[in-house]
């Protein structure tokens, strides 16, 4: 919880400095780097969070990792990071970040997962959906497959989740099946 509260205000310093400096959409593909490195590298979350391994260490591992990759500023940011022994932060630091940008932007990130590839129909039906939901005009739509739905579609939009697949509504009937008790008529 701790490391969530710090990556906030990282993030937002981050996102302050980089639309003050104009650097914004460079930090925003920097941060899309680190996000994807983060969650690609489990080595890597659990080096930075080990207390044994010295912070210029870390940050050489960093530097070595995202030299010439990313921007100085977020280079410098490493640097701000690792002698404030924030290291751990860093993994959230990235998907902060990116909330955030999306927020200013007025993007709405939202994800399908449907039984089968959706059309571009039913893509634009959904990413309609989500703006008449949210009131955003722009929609970021992650698309997910999962054949064990074996219909319909769920759709997550920020904490709020919409199941209409046939599994889930197979799962509610027998939920309502079992929570009710037969009543045999006496006629």
Known sequence: ???????SRYAKSLLDLAQ???????????????????????????LL?????????KLSILTAIFQGKVSDMLMRFFQILTSKNREAA????GDEFLI????????????????TPLS??????VERMVKQ?????????TEKVDASLIGGFVLRVGDQQIDDSVKGNLRRLRTSLTNTTFQPSLN
């Open 1 to 7: 919880m701790a490391d969530e509260r710090v990556a």
């Open 20 to 46: 003050e400096q104009g650097t914004l959409a460079m930090i925003k593909q920097d941060m899309d780097l680190l996000a994807t490195t983060m969650a690609g590298s489990r080595d890597l979350r659990l």
């Open 49 to 57: 969070r080990n207390p044994i391994v010295k912070h210029d260490k």
């Open 90 to 93: 860093l993994e959230h630091i």
């Open 100 to 115: 955030q940008y999306n927020s200013l932007m007025g993007v709405q990130v939202a994800e399908v997962t449907s039984a």
């Open 120 to 125: 571009s129909a039913t893509r634009a039906e």
């Open 133 to 141: 939901q949210t009131g955003l005009a722009e929609v970021s739509l």
